[in-house]
């Protein structure tokens, strides 16, 4: 039995809203025969997927980041907008890309499910004119041939784009135009000096990682220009062929959720930006087997990626695990401002799409319980008598939390919401919550599983959010929480 204590007065913060964000690229099935489907009965006039718009609509998305990924470190812009739609060999995915989805699209899209638009630029084979005419034609008026460009598209206001990231994993071998720590630096100074003599209100990104050396470049150079620093991390389900998500080694791997926000953030103090540059974990997922970098010399590129959609891989393990991370930056909220699962779509994201509609995977359900009942503040929470488990053996053994907690209240109402996550792959855990007289209402929603390996497929409902009333006793609450359970405890 753990006891937990929930301290409403001892506010750790405002968490930003944007840790709930996504991220869509021009790769695998995300885009094309993704959110964008000209032609299906299931699109409208402008080829969006209705059914795809409506379960984004209902978590609530806060930001998109798009195009890419290594999508974007050799895309030009300027062949995907107006008129102009010149199809192109991505040399990240290795496919020829139509350019029919471009910037107007994108923003049409951010529009419609009211979500702030997050615009990557190539950073790899890209110039700082590239980029600072981007911002031209997304941001200004009228002023120049790219606002007027836009206008000529059709779009006469502005589209007032305030994210944008200078690169993506621009530090990786795999990266087209990957440059040196002692080039980085100076290249986003002078891409940052270009894009806010611009527009002076964008918020700057750059690609980063949790590396001294990398980042002592990127900060003593840039540093001034930027608004955040972008880091990304997947984290390896293993096995090989799928056989996996191993439920108890991808819990296992929650011990590595919180060392990179760690590390950046004692490298943002140590060189003096803490407070002043924040966090975007702009990419994060778990990740099986057949991740795209997979060498397409020596497998058939197009088996790989399509074993991403196998929707049986997407279990309870990958709604534990992606709870545990939002927890960590609800936790850090103080510096990370803004999060994006990838994808957003298909691959290996939280919503799949086939002809005939779609299915939600377990980490959308995860993401639909926090987006709807989580707090904006928050707050001080203890956990008492918190037990643990072990993975594996020897001197790989991992021990484990339990339970993961993240306390939390809603600003509008005063109600206390806490995030309570149980990892064990097969105990029920017993809370007791002193509540005092403040609360007389107690709800509990779970997203809940038949088994630890539970997922959702066509025809398959093994995943499913739940609502439980539960009896306040005296001043204390007491409850059990399902074994490999994502939960919200509401007071009010
Ligand atoms: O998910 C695919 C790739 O993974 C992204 O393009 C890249 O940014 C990351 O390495």
Known sequence: MAKMELNAHREIGKRDKKIFGQFIEHFHRQIYGGIYEPGSALSDSRGFRKDVLDALKNIEVPVVRWPGGCFVSAYNWKDGVGKNRVPYFDKAWRVEESNEFGTDEFMEYCREIGAEPYI????????????????????????????????????????????WSIGNENYGHWEMGAKEIGEWG?????????MKRVDPTIELLAASIPDLDWNIDLLRKAGKYLDWISI?????????????????????????????????????????????????????????????????????????????????????????????????????????????????????????????????????????LYTQQLGDVVIDSWLGDNRSFTVGEGDAAVQVPTLDIVATKRTEDASLRTAIVNRHPEQPETIIVPVGGSYTQATLYSVVGDSKDAYNDVGINQVRTVRRPLAIEGQQLQFDVEPHSVNVLVLA
């Open 232 to 368: 990304h991390d997947y984290w390896d389900k293993p096995g090989i062929n799928n056989e996996l998500s191993n439920y108890e080694y991808c819990m296992a791997k929650t011990v590595h959720i919180e060392p990179p926000i760690v590390r950046t953030k004692s490298i943002l103090e140590s060189l003096g930006y803490l407070g002043k540059i924040r966090i975007a974990f702009d990419e994060w997922n778990l990740r099986g087997w057949y991740h795209p970098h997979v060498d397409s010399k020596t497998e058939d590129c197009v088996t790989p990626r399509d074993k991403n959609d196998d929707n049986s891989t997407y279990t309870m393990a990958d709604a534990v695990f992606s709870a545990s991370v939002l927890n960590a930056c609800h936790r850090h909220c103080d510096v990370v401002g803004m999060a994006n699962f990838a994808p957003t779509v298909n691959t290996r994201g939280a919503v799949f799409t086939n002809p005939e509609g779609i299915v939600l995977r377990s980490t959308y359900h995860v993401f639909a």
């Open 120 to 163: 990557c630029t190539n950073a790899g084979t890209g110039t700082p004119e590239e980029m600072s005419d981007w911002v031209e034609y997304c941001n200004l008026e009228s002023e120049g041939k790219w606002a007027k460009l836009r206008i000529e598209n059709g779009y006469k206001e502005p589209f007032k784009v305030k994210y």
């Open 186 to 194: 100076s290249f986003v100074r002078e891409s940052a000096k270009m």
